[in-house]
């Protein structure tokens, strides 16, 4: 999405009249502050961070394992291809979908020494595996089942290698759906601008998370761990979602910018959707202004005529810089009519009343799903609320669901902190980085903001429709 200079053309073309007490309204209520953005909603099961001996000590490791210096260290003093087990409480096993996150550091030595650990289920199949040799980061999804008695290379996980450096901390991130048999991940170096390693969704054959394996495979090699963090989402989907089909319409925040996995194909990955995307770089709601990539409504025009299960879209933030920079282009108002001739297209509200018009007329049977996105640092905040004023409106005329991510996450890039470790511009070993102007969300923006709030909302229009609402 282009981050294109404001000009210096008066503001009084963008008609914020109808607006200004909402504005004024939402400007004192949602002015940023210097807190810290909120974890996603759910419920803590276990939030250890090591400060003191824990119940059970050391973790509930039996050998190995020592809390230390604020950290649990596991794999101390062990044998060659030795474990050591942790079993989690039997109230745990029985969830079917979990998050788990914690900080991970390993101080092998060489290339001829490798440790890990591993994550398993009662029955010894695997759900995650992270481990480490001297220059290579190793993790699996997939690999034998193991009794965890020892663990020779015969048992090893299925290893993806890549290198890194072994003197840093590095965050791990795990979406477990047992239901479904999938674990979503991510693996990025804990540091101010974070760097993401590996992310990805794998099948699994684990069906509950019973077991933590500290794998001491061959040499030694002490690993560190803390912030130890295992929670339920209060909003799991459950398999409601599983093969339903979305298309997904919209600018680079859909898009994905330069990386072309957005926050739609998360939600796809994870939940077993069939996703077509037809979002461009560029795109906005109203006229075309310099280097932007086409309208939205041009999107639905040349998509397929197929009827989805769901429409998901987003729509606005680029005409939060046209209206700036286009004469004529107003931001206008949401009519009484539903006659698609009364839209006025020379303006904002009108070009959306037409691009919802057309998704009705063309998928009269589809879900439509409207993603307010998050709070813009890097666009003008009267625009924003404006434009939010109106899309709201519009959505509430024409019976399209809502997955405000604006309102219901704290993702706020007005605040420095945000902007930086959630936004990127451009990729760093292939993944997003960190440090962007502020409008696209990287893989922690996603997945701790837009994933559990689209999530929440489809599980709900999917749990409607058939009869049984999520989380019931």
């Known amino acids: 999405m282009p981050i294109s200079k404001r000009s210096n053309v008066s503001q009084q073309r963008i008609r914020v009249s109808l607006f200004a007490a909402g504005v004024l309204l939402l400007s004192l209520l949602l002015a940023p ?19 003191a001996q824990t119940l059970p000590a050391n973790f509930g490791f039996p050998t190995g394992a020592s809390v230390s210096g604020g950290v649990l260290r596991v794999t101390e003093n062990m044998r060659n291809y030795t474990t050591s087990v942790s079993r989690f409480d039997p109230s745990i096993m029985s969830e079917k979908t979990l998050d788990l996150r914690f900080d991970w550091k390993t101080s092998i030595a060489s290339d001829g020494m490798k440790t890990g650990l591993e994550f398993r289920d009662d029955a010894g199949r695997l759900v995650f595996a992270i481990a480490a040799t001297g220059s290579q980061l190793r993790y699996a999804v997939t690999g034998p089942d193991s009794s965890s008695a020892t663990a020779p290379d015969s048992l090893n996980p299925a290893w993806t290698r890549i290198g890194f450096d072994r003197s840093k901390w590095y965050t791990v991130d795990l979406h477990m759906d047992f239901t479904l048999g999938r674990v979503q991940y991510s693996i ?16 699994i054959t684990g069906q509950r998370l019973a077991k933590f394996v500290a794998c001491n495979y061959y040499g030694t090699g002490v690993q560190s761990i803390d912030n130890f963090r295992l929670a339920r989402p209060d909003h799991p989907a459950e398999g409601v979602l599983a093969g339903s089909s979305v298309y997904a ?15 739609v194909n998360l939600v796809a990955e994870r939940e077993g959707m069939v996703l077509t995307k037809y ?13 932007s990539s086409g309208k939205i409504l041009t999107q639905v025009r040349s998509a397929s005529s197929q009827a989805p299960d769901f429409v998901v879209f987003d729509g606005g933030t680029n005409d939060a810089l046209t209206l700036h920079e286009l004469d004529g282009y107003e931001i206008g108002a949401v009519g009484g009519s539903y006659d698609p001739g009364s839209f006025d297209t020379g303006t904002f509200a009108g070009s959306f009343e037409a691009t919802i018009h057309a998704m009705k007329q063309k998928w009269p049977t589809a879900t439509l799903v409207y993603v307010p996105v998050h709070k813009l640092g890097s666009r003008d905040w009267g625009t924003q609320l404006a434009l939010r004023a109106v899309t709201l409106k519009a959505a509430e005329k024409w019976g399209v669901a809502v997955a405000d991510v604006f309102a219901d996450a704290t993702l706020d890039t ?9 936004t990127f511009d451009g990729l760093v070993g292939g993944f997003p980085g960190t440090g962007g102007t502020g409008t696209h969300p990287n893989i922690a923006g996603m997945t701790e903001f837009y994933v559990p709030v689209l999530t929440a909302r489809l599980a709900d229009l999917a749990g409607v429709a058939t009869g049984r609402l999520s989380g019931s």
Do not use: C, Q, W
């Not at 919209?250 to 957005?262: N, Q």
């Not at 770089?281 to 280097?291: E, F, H, I, R």
């Not at 007005?414 to 470790?421: F, K, T």
């Open 33 to 51: 502050h210097p807190a810290a953005a909120a974890a996603s909603s759910s419920t803590v099961l276990i939030d250890e961070r090591f400060g």
């Open 249 to 263: 319409f919209g600018d680079s925040i859909v898009y994905g910018h330069s990386y072309s996995r957005g926050f």
């Open 188 to 203: 990025a170096s804990k540091e101010a601008s974070p760097r993401v390693m590996a992310s990805g969704t794998g099948a």
């Open 279 to 291: 979002a461009v770089n560029g795109a906005t709601v109203g006229p075309v202004s310099g280097p």
């Open 414 to 422: 007005r605040i420095e902190s945000h902007r930086v470790a959630y």
